[in-house]
């Protein structure tokens, strides 16, 4: 299970590289969801291996809401992003 934990880890290097490495918005708020995906998956392997509900359920909430409200987010700077672009003419 320690080897499983390491791996997710390392996993999580990969879109913290891409957020650091890209300046479009829109990719780096895909990798902020994709590192609050991996960091729910790895709380709730750790729930289970700890036989702890309550770890769990901020991880299934981390799922659930983070990922929305993040999305979201990233959907309003898009917009606002798309209107600054706009000409008047």
Request: proline share 1%; charged share 15%; net charge negative.
């Amino acid at each position: 299970m320690n080897g499983l934990l390491i791996a997710m880890i390392l996993a999580l290097l990969i879109p913290i590289y891409e957020a650091y490495q890209d300046e479009d918005i829109w990719q780096t708020m895909l990798a902020f969801a994709s590192i609050a995906t991996k960091t729910a998956m790895m709380i709730l392997a750790i729930s289970v291996v700890r036989d702890d509900w309550m770890i769990g359920m901020v991880g299934v909430l981390i799922l659930s809401l983070g990922n929305a409200s993040l999305m979201l987010l990233a959907h309003i700077l898009r917009r606002m992003n798309l209107e600054e672009g706009r000409s008047y003419d």
